[in-house]
């Protein structure tokens, strides 16, 4: 088995490109390779340089290999259509520059769903026309990703938004071929839905091709599904804990991505707070600390 161990700029609270509380790209190189891993993610478009020689530059000075890229756009909302394919371009583009593999697509938050995070039995869900749009929508960029740039596209669960619960993801699945769309899973987001991760990767280990690793800390996962915290709220409070703090059973993931003979990359993901009273690089070394301590 070979699996390599990446962080995200996510980690260091890098959500949006333009938001100014973001420290700079060569500081998130910087400190993740301080930490000692080998990989990162492109984090949002537009935040890392779109100049591939300055970014290749960057990652060359740190030893750094660019990992993917996440596209956390409105995949649910048919007007954002133009924006939703300007950011799967641009990350299409830059990924395959700088040889990276992994095509991510999220549906970010929406606020219909935003209440009902983590409450799977209350969430609003679309009307069979919309969901059909929302999914062609999907289907196109998952197409596009494969067919066009030779990546491996993934779909990646989210709090909050349309794409959240373990059996909307199943039925996606189910309806967009799998040589076009393969999961990314992420253990923590899957926790946060209110679904065993381990059962999930159990059931659907063959079309999973990348992992994001991110623990839950049940304490205040159970405050801000009670009090309908909201997703970005619920990061400040420190809902996604560093690794083997929470209750993903991370042993267990990891014996199953052995038993199945998983290769490849697996990335740390610990949304917080760019203000917040934690420092990612002492997270992320702490992260990195403990999968060696299992194994990884």
Not at 86 to 113: E, F, N, Y
Not at 248 to 265: C, H, I, S, T, Y
Request: proline share 5%; net charge negative; hydrophobic share 40%.
């Amino acid at each position: 088995m070979t699996i390599q161990i990446g962080n995200a700029p996510c980690s260091w609270g890098v959500e949006f490109a333009d938001d100014p509380r973001n420290p700079s790209w060569e500081t998130v190189l910087e400190q993740n390779a301080a930490a000692g891993f080998k990989g990162i993610e492109l984090g949002p478009v537009g935040f890392m340089p779109e100049d591939p020689s300055v970014l290749a530059d960057g990652l060359a000075k740190h030893d750094l290999e660019l990992i993917g890229g996440v596209v956390f756009r409105a995949f649910h909302d048919r007007d954002a259509w133009d924006d939703v394919m300007d950011g799967s371009v641009r990350t299409c583009k830059a990924l395959v520059a700088h040889g990276a593999k992994h095509l991510v697509l999220i549906d970010s938050i929406s606020p219909r769903r935003a209440p009902t995070a983590g409450r799977a039995s209350e969430a609003e869900q679309m009307d069979a026309a919309e969901w059909s749009a929302f999914v062609e929508r999907i289907r196109t960029i998952a197409k596009m990703g494969t067919q066009e740039y030779g990546l491996t596209v993934g779909i990646h669960a989210h709090a909050a938004g349309f794409m959240d619960f373990e059996p909307e993801l199943e039925r996606l699945l189910d309806e967009v071929d799998e040589s076009i769309l393969k999961i990314c899973f992420d253990t923590g987001h899957h926790s946060y839905a209110g679904f065993d991760p381990v059962a999930f990767m159990q059931k659907h280990i063959a079309r999973i091709s990348y992992m994001h690793f991110k623990d839950i800390d049940p304490a205040v996962k159970a405050d801000v599904i009670a009090k309908r915290t909201g997703f970005y709220d619920a990061c400040a409070q420190g809902i996604f804990c560093n690794l083997g703090l929470g209750d993903v059973d991370f042993p267990a993931v990891r014996q199953l991505l052995l038993d199945n003979k998983f290769e490849g990359w697996c990335t740390v993901e610990q949304d917080c707070d760019p203000e917040g009273d934690t420092s990612p690089l002492e997270d992320a070394k702490a992260n990195g600390a403990y999968l060696r301590s299992i194994g990884f």
